[in-house]
């Protein structure tokens, strides 16, 4: 059982600088922040190291985080630039019972994070639910199709906070 | 005996025979199709602690009527992609062999609609063209579903027909004969005389080949089972599998002719079963008839107990759907080749054996 | 000459009888034989998530409901634990008495359709009635409590909607006396049935290894053989007071982790749940069910994930508030969304036949899926 | 060769078990009831159909805002002073005209939000559960006691009043400062 200092000190130690901060000023829940391009390492070396062993990834969820600054295109749709997309990791060791979160962040503009479907399967299709929902381009995922939208839509992706809904889908008409 | 009397009424052969071929479709297999189904789902309702049908004639007796008037209503649809011939053609084969088997079976000792020497042989034979059916309705579907259920389908009607076989070659080997009539006079008099118990007579063989006649009856009821695709063993048509298998594509009357096919054919091989087994026609304990002087009374009787035993191992049919759960085709495989025709061929021989004696 | 084969592509669904939903599943063929299974979901997407940032918390409740449509009350409680968690509220004690008794007896009738409609999967339809039956009792249970079968909205944020109705506890023990007997008739029917055993032992193995990796929970966890548990192991609201067991596979009839040991664990479970019910019910402290409710719930800035052991598995609400009355972002891991990814690697190697077996073994919920 | 015949003993053991199980229930009586002939009986709190008993109703809107499907709309329009709207029963006095009231059933989840926040009490559940339409229009209940004129004459009304009212503040204000201010008022 190791708290969230002790993961944060052992990960510092071992990937510098990928390991960017630890926020524990929020209630509840604490996290860490890591480089997007590096999770992959990062995730894989805490599955496989021996003190750590989170051989169970509860849950990957995408989030818009909606903090850049809003834009009024010529159209008058508010669009919200400069902002991030994050994908949160919630980690737990059922052999040791201890749980650690997990942050990454990428630009919205080129929201790309390397992907950890192959270390534990079962983010394979949380991560295309986070394609699909949020937008964030999984790098090195076997299959990142979209998953609960038509394979076919076009009109981006929802859970982000500027999303607008297209008028019609092959002629249908989306607002009912 | 019907047949003379029609040919003497109408003075004509062919009248005569058409007559004689249609009796014992509208005096006996779509009122018993009527009432078999309407019975099977009253049968699984109480069983489920249910009503079920309740609405139209007592206790919705009338059910089937009502569906049957609906299923003549609905539109036949037809897919594009259909081979149109055999799709047409394939409900009306797969009655045909069902009722075609009707003719050798004697529902009294004068009331047969063909008193043929080859009896049960033919019944197993047109039975045959059930397959041929199956195939052909889950070909011309051009349906996945449709074809995997008639590749099933087929593999296991084939398979099936080997243990039934070689159940009914012990009985032709005891009594000799495979002529369905003379096998239910033979039985004649009380149940003991019933093949199941070793068939008429006192001797010592007779003692012998009760257990035998158990096992044989126990395979060759579990066969029949499969040949008419029933639960356990109705993997052709799987609903939660194969959607309903070969006939996924059928509807209205087409569909109702696969129905009316599989109810018939459920007391088609109970009748033979229970010819073979258990007396075919005759009373258990004696007839009314015979008792108070009444001689024309002893065929109706005799149709009623002969429709009582079909009935009833219809029953066991309908109870033993209600109850198992489905095999998987290669399990159904097992069952037939590693089971129950070994254990056909052994009763086989104990039988041969026994008959020497 | 060699023979030149080609597979063949089979298409399950959306409209299939035993896709428990609208779920497409496309199989590759070679004769019976699987060679691959690929599942197409979101035939049933209502954008939970998206309706959820628009909404304020309790107004979210009702649409947790349809999730899991079949454990509703556990939906509710969990999003219950969460929210309460991020906003660090207690609730009364009978409160929570309340949820753990509401969440074993929606958790007895998860089950009884998971068991009841495998047994339909696998071609037995009477003990998928007689499950309806009994289930049937516990839906009244609800109705009296709340007034609603299915989609309750009875577990608020800091408390429940209504208090127990006066006949509750005594109707709540008569099904608890009636139910005992009716769980063994069912293993006589259809779990102990031969041809059923053939068709579940054996099949779908699932080893534990591949199941954590997965992310697999709940009653699929447990019966590839892992004493798991989220309800000892993490616990929450009151279950630390109750005496009751974890039931793993032990593999009776073929391996572990196979079809039928994670169909005998939810029988085992049930009886679990009684025992659990029993006690609660003994155990019932008296007190006022509204009085924590919050009148305006508006949590600080900051995120939470609370897992519950919902029926099927781990619930999990992810939720970040940003300090308004709406949810920043709701995420929900549903069990049957994870459990759904691992059916290309059970069903490979399989006859089609057992596909629906194995599918109806993992039991899922497209409501929950799909969201 | 013994598993062999273990086999067969235990496939028939147990179908007969299950057999035996199957027929004692034909003689179980049915749990099912004839529905529209017979109907359950339902209890005392149950969630169907919504009813707003419109005499009470103050026109507060709470429960539209509680409403997580936004099928309730409701337009109120102020009463003039002079008017006398009523009282509820339990005695509070209106201060509202509700020109419409409509609950869409077609929307409706039944979810009883609602029903908590009215403060007179005036919305609740029934038991009614039969009320299936041919047409989506005709779920679209309403529940204002008000004709679609009273409804525009009320507004009307007020409109009038709140342009009189202004006038009469403009006069006010005209006649109270120098002119100069009261152009910019304007």
Redesign the interface.
């Known amino acids: 059982m190791k708290n969230i200092q002790e993961i944060f000190d052992i990960l510092k130690e071992k990937f510098g600088d990928s390991i960017l901060e630890l926020l524990t000023t929020l209630p509840v829940e604490s996290f860490i922040t890591i480089a997007p391009k590096k999770i992959n390492e990062v995730c894989l070396f805490m599955r496989d190291n021996e003190e750590l062993k989170f051989n169970s990834l509860m849950c990957l969820s995408g989030v818009d985080d909606a903090n850049g600054k809003q834009v009024k295109d010529e159209n008058g749709a508010v669009k919200i630039e400069g902002s991030t997309l994050s994908v949160y990791y919630h980690l737990e060791s059922t052999e040791f019972r201890h749980k650690v979160t997990l942050k990454s962040s990428a630009p919205k503009e080129n929201p790309e994070v390397e992907s950890v479907a192959l270390i534990w399967h079962h983010a394979d299709w949380h991560e295309r639910e986070a394609w699909d929902l949020v937008g964030i381009k999984f790098l090195n995922h076997p299959d990142l199709r979209r998953i609960l939208m038509p394979y076919d839509w076009e009109a981006g992706h929802p859970l982000q906070k500027d999303y607008k809904n297209p008028e019609f889908y092959h002629g249908m008409k989306v607002p009912y | 005996m019907t047949y003379d009397f029609f040919s003497k009424l109408f003075g004509s052969d062919l009248i005569a025979a058409l007559i004689q071929s249609l009796l014992p479709l509208f005096i006996f297999i779509l009122p018993y199709a009527l009432f078999a189904v309407w019975w099977e789902r009253k049968v699984s309702a109480h069983m489920q602690d249910r009503l079920g049908p309740m609405r139209v004639g007592w206790h919705g007796a009338l059910q089937t009527i009502a569906d049957i008037l609906k299923l003549f209503q609905k539109e036949d649809i037809v897919a594009s992609s259909i081979d149109k011939p055999l799709f047409n053609i394939a409900p009306v084969l797969m009655f045909v062999g069902t009722y075609a088997a009707f003719a050798a079976i004697p529902f009294s000792s004068v009331f047969i609609g063909s008193n043929l020497d080859l009896g049960v042989f033919f019944i197993v034979a047109v039975s045959g063209f059930s397959v041929a059916a199956i195939l052909m309705a889950g070909w011309a579907s051009d349906n996945k579903y449709s074809l995997i259920g008639a590749m099933r389908s087929a593999a296991q009607i084939i398979s099936y027909e080997i243990p039934t076989i070689l159940v009914i070659i012990t009985i032709v080997m005891v009594t000799g004969t495979l002529n369905l009539t003379t096998l239910s006079e033979m039985q004649t008099g009380h149940f003991w005389n019933w093949m199941i118990l070793g068939g008429p007579g006192s001797s010592l063989s007779k003692f012998l080949l009760i257990p035998s006649m158990i096992l044989g009856f126990g395979i060759i009821y579990i066969s029949t089972l499969a040949e008419v695709n029933r639960t356990p063993f109705d993997i052709p048509e799987a609903e939660s599998e194969l959607v309903a298998g070969y006939h996924t594509e059928y509807s209205g009357m087409k569909f109702a002719m696969f129905f009316l096919a599989e109810y018939a054919n459920m007391l088609a091989v109970s009748s033979v079963v229970a010819a073979l087994f258990f007396g075919g026609y005759q009373s258990p304990c004696g007839y009314l008839g015979n008792l108070i002087g009444l001689k024309w009374l002893i065929p109706i009787e005799q149709i009623f107990w002969f429709t009582a035993k079909g009935l009833f191992f219809v029953f066991v049919q309908m109870w033993l759907r209600w109850t198992l759960p489905r095999l998987r085709v290669d399990q159904l495989m097992n069952t037939c080749w590693k089971y129950l025709i070994p254990l056909a061929f052994v009763n086989l021989i104990i039988i041969g054996l026994i008959t020497l004696i | 000459m060699a023979l030149k084969t080609e597979h063949m592509t089979l298409n399950m669904g959306p409209q299939h009888p035993s896709t428990h939903g609208v779920l497409r599943l496309e199989v590759e063929l070679e004769g019976e034989i699987i060679k691959s299974v690929q599942p197409h979901i979101g035939y049933l997407h209502r954008c939970f998530e998206k309706h959820a940032e628009a909404m304020t918390y309790p107004q979210v409740i009702p649409y947790v409901d349809r999730m899991d449509y079949l454990a509703a009350m556990y939906n509710e409680f969990g999003y219950a634990v969460a929210v309460e968690k991020l906003l660090g509220i207690q609730v009364p004690e009978r409160v929570e008495y309340i949820r753990v008794i509401m969440g074993e007896f929606q958790r007895i009738a998860s089950h009884l359709v998971a068991v009841g409609t495998y047994g339909l999967d696998i071609g037995a339809f009477t003990p998928f009635l007689f499950c309806f039956r009994d289930r049937e009792r516990i839906i009244n249970l609800f109705e009296m409590t709340c007034g609603a079968r299915m989609l309750y909205n009875y577990i608020w944020v800091g408390g429940l909607s209504h208090d127990l109705h006066p006949d509750f506890v005594r109707n709540a023990k008569e099904f608890v006396s009636y139910f005992k007997p009716k769980v063994k008739e069912l293993n006589d029917l259809l779990s102990y049935n031969r041809i059923f055993i053939d068709r579940t032992a054996n099949v779908g193995i699932l080893p534990l290894e591949t199941a954590i990796n997965y992310g697999i929970s709940g009653p699929n966890l447990r019966g590839s053989g892992f004493e798991w548990d989220i309800r000892k192991d993490d616990t929450y609201s009151v279950y630390n007071k109750f005496d009751f067991d974890i039931p793993v596979g032990k593999g009776l009839q073929g391996t572990v982790g196979d079809c039928w040991d994670r169909y005998y664990i939810r029988i085992q479970e049930m009886g679990e749940s009684l025992k659990i019910i029993e006690q609660a019910l003994e155990q019932l402290p008296e007190g006022d069910v509204t009085s924590a409710i919050p009148k305006r719930i508006k949590p600080p800035v900051g995120q939470v994930y609370s897992r519950v052991e919902n029926p099927k598995g781990e619930l999990g609400y992810f939720i970040i508030s940003n300090g308004s009355p709406n949810p920043f972002r709701v995420k929900v891991k549903g069990p049957s969304f994870v459990h759904l990814g691992i059916m290309n690697e059970l069903c490979k190697g399989h006859m089609i036949a057992d596909v629906i077996a194995i599918l109806g073994s993992i039991d899922i919920v497209l409501g929950e899926v799909d969201r | 060769m013994i598993q062999y015949f273990k086999?067969?003993y235990?496939?028939i053991?147990?179908?007969f078990?299950?057999?035996k199980?199957?027929?004692k229930?034909?003689?179980?009586?049915?749990?099912?009831i004839?529905y529209p002939d017979v109907k359950p009986k339902?209890?005392d709190?149950?969630?169907n159909r919504l009813y707003v008993n419109f005499d009470d109703c103050i026109g507060c809107d709470q429960c539209a805002r509680?409403?997580?499907?936004e099928c309730i709309t409701v337009d109120t329009v102020k009463g003039l002073p002079t008017e006398d709207l009523g009282k509820t029963s339990q005695g509070k006095k209106k201060a509202l005209w509700v020109t419409s009231f409509t609950i869409d059933f077609a929307k409706c989840?039944?979810?009883?939000?609602c029903v908590?926040p009215c403060p007179t009490e005036c919305i609740y559940?029934t038991d009614i559960y039969e009320f299936s339409e041919y047409e989506r229009s005709n779920l679209i209940y309403n529940f204002s006691i008000l004709t679609p004129k009273e409804a525009e004459e009320k507004k009307a009304n007020y409109a009038r009043f709140e342009a009189e009212k202004a006038a009469e503040k403009a006069a006010k204000a005209a006649a109270a400062t120098p002119p100069a201010n009261a152009s910019k008022e304007q």
């Open positions: 086999n067969i235990s496939a053991a147990t179908i078990i299950g057999m199980i199957t027929f229930h034909l003689f179980v009586p049915a749990v099912t004839q339902l209890p709190r149950e969630r509680a409403c997580p499907v989840c039944y979810c009883q939000l908590f559940m």
